[in-house]
């Protein structure tokens, strides 16, 4: 039994510590996305805060006048055609199908909560280098909480619409056009209802926590949303989710009990705005006082409609159409009621101050304090005696008159009289506000609204860390017991303290989250990479200090090279974790001393850790207001450069790094000076492979691929082909002539013989083009010298005549357009005879003689050299291909003969970890050890540090108005330090790429 009891107590804590980091990251989630809001509270700021407000009242509007509460559908299209989110989504409906909206809400739901979820593991993880997801969180919850909230439910319940809504087509008839019209839980609807309802569940969850604790806990903050915005907010979203849900149970409980619950709620939510007045702009809440007075009116028309509709009193339908029209058309008159008595409400809570500035300042003048100017007038610079008189449980109980001196009736009337004076913006005001708020808890000391507001006066307004401290520590010994509104205000009120008490460990003047977030997380991975590279150097001089040195075999000699690797791996990582730290937070004297430390013990340059040891030494100087910063900096940068001259006062390891340096160049000096050669041999060979090939195939493409094959040769090969052909068409073009006369037609005549003259034109042009861009000697004798054969007509006999390419082709297009001349009368004789035809009609029987006989060999003749010289084109390329290649085939034999020759005899010697090996294993057994001792210390003054940061961390966590105390009377005192590092364990393996025993002696 006492083992299940031990077990459930453990589980019982496992359960608490994992609520609480997950209200830790939720808190953290919703405080970096606020702080990261840049609010401007002016003209053109309030006009988008209205006009996104009108939005979600109209949307709004349109659940409350539902059919099923009895509202006819002339007055349903009035006011759905009001609103601006239902006419972009009918407009959109009529290109896509409706069930497309349901998609859209479900990926964006979706989407919202993944964002969600991925940002909270960021947050928990701490990469701050990925915090766009709360970029894109805060804008879905702009869109989707704040502007269309009632339209995304009604969205996701697109499935189940069927149910309470006559729109067509239904959901199940556009997944099952051949099934029932309305049947969300049958196959196939169910499944996509099932999901639906997951997801409208999840959202409407995420939507109340986003209402709930998207405010702004500072009250001097410029953001519209207050402390006690989020309580009147969340009570509205229920409103609207009540409007759009429980229609679907009016078939169970009636209409009129849900219209009768929809009214009280928004009652309650209307009352809740006038006790609070929830905003931080006056004029804010007036228009959500007017917003919530139209609801409030809507809920009770619509549960005066459905009442009335179930008396059975609807005779006439021009009567209920007349009434529901009264009942929009009061509309304006219930939004200027609701403006009239939230402004009334202020008012009232103005005279109440008014009255209490009067009695405070007669008990201020009758008062008597030790230097009162400085408690009253001053309150943030001392805590001032209280002018508010003690009450005790004696005294109250015979206090007859208790009731009558009370200033406020309720806590929350106190609370929203400190707000409303506050927000007068005027400073005098700041000791009277301080009465008000002690007389509030005075008169109220149970209530936690004063309490938490009381807390963030002291922290923001009244800038007293000593009350503030005291607030908070009584504010947490009860703190999970407190509603999750008021745990956010406190974790809020906390990290902005770690942040302002962070402002000098960092060097920045006003620290973020992101700051503080992304400050952690980097000084502890290089802390951590600091603290492992001195372990794995630590433990290679360890392995030296003991043993046999004629005993050690490979395995010793490979563990002692894993430590340098390890040792090397470690430095990287720290030097590129603390100079990334250094762009951002150069002024960070601690960053500065943990990087010379470094740079000093793990790199061994001394001059640079002396040199950043200054700068830190300069800005601690700075901080504590000494007026001799600059002259010390300048003597210590001074004394460092002073160091590297000959004088007595040199230090140890300068005296070493100069010794090592008078002969470190004959230590592998010829090993060296033949790398370097090899170096400049391979560069040269790599200059030359890459000009060799860059100029190769440059003049390739230039001079062969591009003029040469393809314009010269290819494209003439193409139109060398079309010149042949139309050898044949003017052969067929004379036929359709011959055709078209003897059938009288006149249109086809003319068209052939058009035909025939632009063939002439082309072939004429063609011909010109080819004889200018003549490729190859060859190509230019074959149109100069190339003898052609072809008849000609001549009187009433065939004359052979000759003449060179060029001038044939000139004469073949000439007697094409000369056929074409022949006349219409004439092509209607079949009389072929040479003394009976015209020059015109000889020149048809020409055609037809030399096309096949003449004409079209000599060009397939042609065609042939082209593709020739081509060949010739493609061989040269091939062979100029291979003489690049040969060349630089040459260079990379003869540079992997350089290296191959070089590299094997030196690489072994030059081995920087080999090297580091053998002159540590020939150091004597002394020296190894007094090496290690100087490891040995500096691991031990790390963790000496360590210890006591996380000393300093628990003192804090146990005594945080003790730390509060020493943070108010000396603010230059060293902030307490959050997020270090914790020792690591100890690791095989390091690494040191200066030698190994620079640092020793």
């Known amino acids: 039994v006492k083992g299940g009891g031990r077990d459930s107590g453990r589980a019982s804590r496992m359960l608490a510590r994992r609520i609480e980091a997950i209200k830790d990251t939720l808190f953290g989630i919703f405080f970096v996305m606020t702080e990261g809001t840049v609010w401007d509270n002016n003209a053109a700021m309030r006009r988008k805060f209205f006009v996104i407000m009108a939005i979600d009242y109209l949307q709004v509007q349109r659940i409350l006048t539902a059919n099923r509460y009895g509202w006819t559908e002339a007055t349903i299209n009035v006011v759905k055609n009001t609103d601006v989110v239902y006419l972009c989504t009918s407009l959109t409906s009529q290109i896509i199908p409706r069930y497309s909206l349901f998609i859209v809400a479900s990926a964006l739901v979706l ?99 986003t209402s709930y604790l998207s405010f702004e806990c500072n009250p001097l903050s410029r953001q519209p949303r207050a402390s006690s915005t989020g309580r009147v907010e969340v009570l509205f979203a229920l409103v609207k989710v009540s409007g759009t849900v429980l229609i679907y149970f009016a078939d169970y409980i009636t209409p009129v009990a849900v219209t009768a619950i929809i009214f009280l709620g928004s009652v309650h939510v209307f009352r809740a705005h006038l006790s609070r007045l929830p905003w931080h702009d006056q004029k804010i809440n007036l228009l959500r006082g007017g917003v919530l007075g139209c609801v409030m009116h809507l809920s009770a028309s619509s549960c005066v409609v459905t009442i009335l509709a179930a008396a059975g009193v609807w005779q006439d339908g021009g009567t209920q159409q007349g009434v529901q029209w009264a009942l929009i058309g009061l509309l304006p008159v219930a939004f200027m009621v609701g403006v009239w008595l939230v402004q009334r409400r202020r008012d009232a809570i103005v005279d109440k101050i008014s009255r209490l500035r009067g009695d405070w300042e007669a008990q201020r003048a009758a008062h008597q304090t030790i230097d009162s100017g400085d408690n009253h007038e001053s309150p943030g610079v001392g805590v001032p005696v209280s002018l508010v008189p003690k009450k005790t449980m004696y005294t109250s109980f015979f206090d007859p008159t208790l009731d009558s001196k009370r200033a406020f009736k309720s806590s929350i009337e106190a609370h929203t009289a400190a707000r409303v004076l506050l927000n007068e913006r005027s400073e005098s005001n700041l000791p009277f506000l301080r009465y008000v708020l002690q007389r509030g808890i005075e008169e109220h000391p149970d209530c936690h609204d004063l309490k938490i507001l009381q807390l963030t006066f002291e922290r923001f307004v009244f800038n007293n860390s000593l009350n503030a401290a005291e607030a908070e520590k009584n504010l947490r010994r009860r703190l999970n017991a407190l509603p999750i509104d008021y745990q956010y205000v406190c974790y809020v009120v906390d990290r902005k303290a770690t942040q302002a008490s962070a402002q000098e460990t960092i060097g920045l003047g006003n620290v973020t989250s992101m700051h503080l ?49 390890e040792f090397e791996r470690c430095s990287d990582e720290a030097k590129r974790e603390y100079e990334t730290l250094l762009l951002n937070y150069s002024s960070s004297a601690e960053l500065l001393q943990a990087y010379a430390g470094f740079v000093d013990n793990v790199l061994n340059d001394s001059r640079t850790a002396d040199k950043v040891r200054a700068q830190a030494m300069a800005l601690d100087d700075k901080d504590e207001g000494s007026d001799q910063d600059a002259d010390m900096q300048l003597i210590l940068e001074q004394a460092c450069a002073q160091s590297a001259g000959t004088s007595t006062n040199d230090n140890q390891r300068v005296r070493t790094f100069k010794w090592l340096d008078s002969f470190s160049p004959t230590i592998l000096g010829s090993e060296q000076s033949r790398v370097i050669s090899l170096e400049r041999k391979v560069r040269a060979f790599v200059f030359l492979l890459v000009v060799v090939s860059t100029v190769g195939f440059v003049l390739i493409d230039l001079g062969l691929l591009t003029e040469e094959a393809m314009f010269k040769n290819i494209e003439l090969i193409d139109k060398t082909g079309v010149n042949r052909g139309y050898g044949i068409i003017a052969s067929y073009e004379l036929r359709d002539l011959f055709l078209a006369a003897r059938k009288d037609d006149r249109a086809k005549f003319d ?108 060009m397939e003749e042609l065609l042939s050299k082209y593709e020739d010289n081509v060949a010739s084109l493609g061989n040269l390329a091939s062979q100029s291909v291979q003489v690049i290649v040969a060349i630089n085939s040459l260079l990379v034999i003869l540079m992997s003969f350089f290296v191959i020759r070089t590299l094997p005899a030196s690489l072994k010697a030059l081995q920087s970890r080999a090297l580091g090996c053998s002159f540590a294993l020939s150091l004597p057994r002394n020296v190894c050890l007094r090496i290690f001792k100087h490891y040995e210390d500096i691991v031990l003054q790390m963790r000496i540090i360590e210890d006591e940061e996380m000393a300093a961390q628990m003192i804090q966590d146990d005594n945080l108005h003790d730390n509060n105390m020493h943070e108010g009377s000396a603010p230059g005192s060293p902030p307490e330090r959050r997020g270090g590092s914790s020792s690591p364990p100890e690791m095989e393996g390091g690494s040191g790429r200066a030698s190994p025993g620079m640092s020793g002696g």
């Open 111 to 209: 989407g919202t909560l993944a964002d969600t979820f991925y940002a909270a593991h960021l947050f928990k993880t701490g990469s701050i280098d990925k915090m766009w997801p709360l970029k894109v969180l805060r804008l879905l919850v702009a869109g989707m909480v704040t502007t269309a909230f009632s339209s995304i439910i009604k969205w996701l319940l697109i499935p189940t619409d069927c149910l309470v809504s006559t729109e067509k087509p239904t959901f199940s008839e556009e997944i099952d056009p051949g099934g029932p019209a309305c049947d969300p839980f049958g196959l196939p609807s169910v499944l996509a209802t099932v999901p639906m309802l997951l997801v409208a569940i999840s959202y409407i969850l995420f939507a109340l926590v």
């Open 517 to 565: 977030m992304e400050w952690g997380a980097g000084i502890e991975r290089a802390k951590k990479a600091h603290l492992a590279a001195i372990h794995h150097i630590r433990d290679f001089w360890r392995q030296l200090r003991k043993g046999s040195r004629t005993r050690m075999d490979k395995s010793d000699v490979s563990d002692m090279l894993k430590k340098l690797a």
């Open 751 to 858: 068209y052939a013989s058009d035909y025939l003259h632009t063939i002439s034109k082309k072939l004429t042009a063609q011909h010109i083009i080819n004889y200018e861009a003549l490729g190859s000697a060859d190509l230019a004798d074959f149109y100069n010298n190339r003898i052609c054969h072809f008849v000609v007509p001549i009187a009433d006999t065939w004359v052979n005549r000759t003449m060179n390419y060029w001038e044939y082709g000139n004469e073949y297009s000439r007697h094409f357009a000369r056929a074409g001349s022949a006349t219409f009368e004439e092509m209607k004789s079949l009389d072929m005879r040479l003394v009976n035809i015209s020059a015109e009609k000889a020149n048809i029987h020409f055609v037809f003689e030399n096309t096949h006989h003449n004409y079209i060999p000599t």
